[in-house]
């Protein structure tokens, strides 16, 4: 069993679901990896900022 | 006039054959829809993506869902049996029985839950690469 951290868990979500969209999404590989690379660091960087918005609303 | 045969076109070759084989194919075996167009790293890369994805979330003492009593539980079985053979693998073997009680655990059965999503859209993408709706 394990135990990731809640951070290392959102990273591994969104390294694996960023990948499928990408090559699901576009054509060619190029627009794959770009739109992969966009999709992925939309997961990571809203995750951060909720995070920090929920952190001031809990305050 | 001409006596040359008429070649096939690429197109009528590429609609030959059972059509819905690569969108069960990659249901049942995650990837496996790319492998049967010859489409070996795409299909090799959502294989490792998906399948990883679903260890993953039983090693984190995910649950997974085996009966729909209310439409909560009910999406949930409809993701669960997006991942195909390991569903039924898993469900056989006896995995992802346990009642969710840790965060990670909650985790790990929206990552079961998401994994058979993604294989809905990657074999939805292999039936699409069969038919031409998606040009390569």
Redesign the interface.
């Known amino acids: 069993m394990i135990h990731p951290s809640h951070f290392t868990a959102v990273l591994l979500f969104a390294l694996f679901a960023s990948t499928v969209f990408g090559i699901t999404m576009r054509d060619t590989p190029r627009r794959m990896f770009r739109y992969g690379a966009y999709c992925f660091i939309l997961f990571i960087g809203s995750t951060i900022v909720l995070s920090w918005v929920m952190f001031l609303i809990a305050r | 006039m001409s006596t040359a045969p008429n070649k096939p076109s690429q197109a009528k070759q590429t609609q030959q054959g059972f059509v819905y084989l690569p969108l069960i194919a990659g249901w049942l075996i995650p990837g496996a829809g790319h492998f049967v167009l010859g489409k070996w790293i ?1 299909g090799a ?2 294989a490792v ?2 399948i ?2 679903f260890i ?1 979330g039983l ?3 995910g649950k997974l869902y085996t009966s729909a009593q209310d439409i909560l539980d009910m999406l949930g079985v409809a993701g669960d049996l997006g991942s195909g053979l390991l569903y039924f693998i898993s469900r056989i073997m006896g995995l992802g029985g346990e009642p969710v009680r ?3 655990a909650d ?1 790990g059965t ?2 079961i839950v ?2 058979g999503l ?1 294989n809905i ?2 074999a ?2 292999a039936h699409n690469l069969r038919t031409g709706r ?3």
């Open positions: 795409r890369i959502l993506c998906i990883a994805m993953l090693a984190m003492q840790t965060t990670v985790y929206k990552f998401v994994a993604l859209i990657a939805v993408d998606k040009a390569s």
